[in-house]
């Protein structure tokens, strides 16, 4: 599974982005997608989590409330709204997968086999 996320870029506090991640291959429905973020300086963090059939969705509590994941199995995407966002929430966003992870180990970096690249997302106060 290849991916690519797109969307990000410069907004002022208080206002929306939408991630997207485009995935290759003919098993988007069968992958688990997240999406962690890593801001400069700091370790990779965990963001949101949505499951296969998209009816589990976790998040992380920084983020809960604010932002929304979602997936279209039919086009072999995921996406992430990002709304109310703040200086904080600056960081490079990517997407993940894996076929297999277990509820456990969602929040876990190391857990998802397959990584896009980054988009970045800056948020101005």
């Known amino acids: 599974v290849q991916l690519q996320a797109s969307g990000g870029g410069l907004v002022q506090a208080g206002e929306s982005l939408s991630l997207s991640c485009a995935a290759s291959?003919?098993?988007?429905?069968?992958?688990?997608i997240g999406w962690f973020r890593q801001a400069p300086g700091k370790e990779r963090e965990f963001v949101a989590v949505?499951?296969?059939?998209?009816?589990?969705?976790y998040y992380a509590d920084s983020v809960k409330g604010r932002f929304t994941i979602s997936r279209d199995n039919a086009k072999n995407t995921a996406f992430l709204q990002m709304n109310n966002l703040r200086p904080e929430d600056t960081a490079v966003y990517y997407c993940?997968?894996?076929?297999?992870?277990?509820?456990?180990?969602?929040?876990?970096?190391?857990?998802?086999?397959?990584w896009g690249q980054g988009t970045q997302v800056t948020v101005s106060s």
């Open positions: 993940v997968a894996d076929p297999s992870i277990i509820l456990s180990s969602v929040r876990v970096t190391r857990a998802y086999e397959y």
């Open positions: 291959g003919r098993t988007f429905h069968r992958q688990t």
């Open positions: 949505i499951r296969l059939s998209g009816g589990s969705t």
